[in-house]
Nanobody
Framework: QVQLVESGGGLVQAGGSLRLSCAAS????????MGWFRQASGKEREFVAA????????RYADSAKGRFSISKDNAKNTVVLQMSSLKPEDTAVYYC???????????WGQGTQVTVSS
């Protein structure tokens, strides 16, 4: 079992930046793909970014490309989503997820709210 805890959400003005962190604990972190998803009010959850265990593979949603960056520190069992040039449409609850594949995630955090004001 893997426990994931997100932090770093908050209120920011459009054009600003936020850094989200996800701390993993429980069974070994090794081998997991780590991802970030988001869900805006009234909308379905959508993929934002993901990174392979080695860090050599990264994927981004089109909406995140050029503005968001995902990284990880295996020694600290953390994954970070650095978000910049934030837009009001980035407002959502952001979830950290872990799995063995880029298209399947078995563990989810509770989420952290990101609100971008115009």
């Amino acid at each position: 079992q893997v426990q994931l805890v997100e932090s770093g959400g908050g209120l920011v003005q459009a054009g600003g930046s936020l850094r989200l962190s996800c701390a993993a604990s429980g069974r070994t972190f090794s081998g997991y793909v780590m991802g970030w998803f988001r869900q805006a009010s009234g909308k379905e959850r959508e993929f934002v970014a993901a990174i392979s265990w080695s860090g050599g593979g990264r994927r981004y949603a089109d909406s995140a490309k050029g503005r968001f960056s995902i990284s990880k520190d295996n020694a600290k069992n953390t994954v970070v989503l650095q978000m910049s040039s934030l837009k009001p449409e980035d407002t959502a609850v952001y979830y950290c997820a872990a799995g063995y594949f880029f298209d399947r995630y078995d563990y989810w955090g509770q989420g952290t709210q990101v609100t971008v004001s115009s």
